[in-house]
T-cell receptor
Framework: GENVEQHPSTLSVQEGDSAVIKCTYS??????FPWYKQELGKGPQLIID?????GEKKDQRIAVTLNKTAKHFSLHITETQPEDSAVYFC?????????????FGQGTILTVHP | EAQVTQNPRYLITVTGKKLTVTCSQN?????MSWYRQDPGLGLRQIYY???????DKGDVPEGYKVSRKEKRNFPLILESPSPNQTSLYFC?????????????FGPGTRLTVT
């Protein structure tokens, strides 16, 4: 089955700096890669996603890049703010007949210091 | 308000006592899924359902049962809970459209099995 590895597990930055979180996946048939943000005491919430036929997607201060050949994708947050502090999860969605399966990475705790 | 609700939010039980965690969504979503969240392991999919009467195993289905008799409800059943099922559980729903498979998560159920 799919295996998603996420790094780093913790990330500490100063306000205004950029933050990058990286994920690798194992199943070349995976075709959809979302990123979720989880604030304390809440369920995860989608912040950006990318499909396998797209190399990069941007939404204001956040962007995701996908390298299908290397089977890795990354989340980039620019001009970080204290409210960006949360746990971030990457995920990969299986293709084919198992398209309901979604495998998450282990999570990254991002702390943005004012 | 569009939402996913879970009940109960907190539950402490003893080994072997059958329990059910309910999940309901009011968005008419076809897809629903259950996850467990454990420190350092991220979110792991237990079961998912593509529609009424259609369910399939995720990555960690052992010890759990599900049913999908109505579109809005997707209960998680632990017939004989064990301490290793102590975890934070999330239900999620989705309606794939336009290439996005955004999942809407419930608030979580914290289960302790003693």
């Amino acid at each position: 089955g799919e295996n998603v590895e996420q790094h780093p597990s913790t990330l500490s930055v100063q306000e205004g700096d950029s933050a990058v979180i990286k994920c690798t996946y194992s199943d070349s048939a995976s075709n959809y890669f979302p990123w979720y943000k989880q604030e304390l005491g809440k369920g995860p919430q989608l912040i950006i996603d990318i499909r396998s036929n797209v190399g990069e997607k941007k939404d204001q201060r956040i962007a995701v890049t996908l390298n299908k050949t290397a089977k890795h994708f990354s989340l980039h947050i620019t001009e970080t703010q204290p409210e960006d502090s949360a746990v971030y999860f990457c995920a990969a969605r299986a293709g084919g007949t198992s398209y309901g399966k979604l495998t998450f990475g282990q999570g990254t705790i991002l702390t943005v210091h004012p | 308000e569009a939402q996913v609700t879970q009940n109960p939010r907190y539950l402490i039980t003893v080994t072997g006592k059958k329990l059910t965690v309910t999940c309901s969504q009011n968005m008419n979503h076809e897809y629903m899924s259950w996850y467990r969240q454990d420190p350092g392991l991220g979110l792991r999919q237990i079961y998912y359902s593509m529609n009424v009467e259609v369910t399939d195993k995720g990555d960690v289905p052992e010890g759990y049962k599900v049913s999908r008799k109505e579109k809005r409800n997707f209960p998680l059943i632990l017939e004989s809970p064990s301490p290793n099922q102590t975890s934070l559980y999330f239900c999620a729903s989705s309606r794939p459209s336009g290439g996005s498979y955004e999942q809407y998560f419930g608030p979580g159920t914290r289960l302790t099995v003693t």
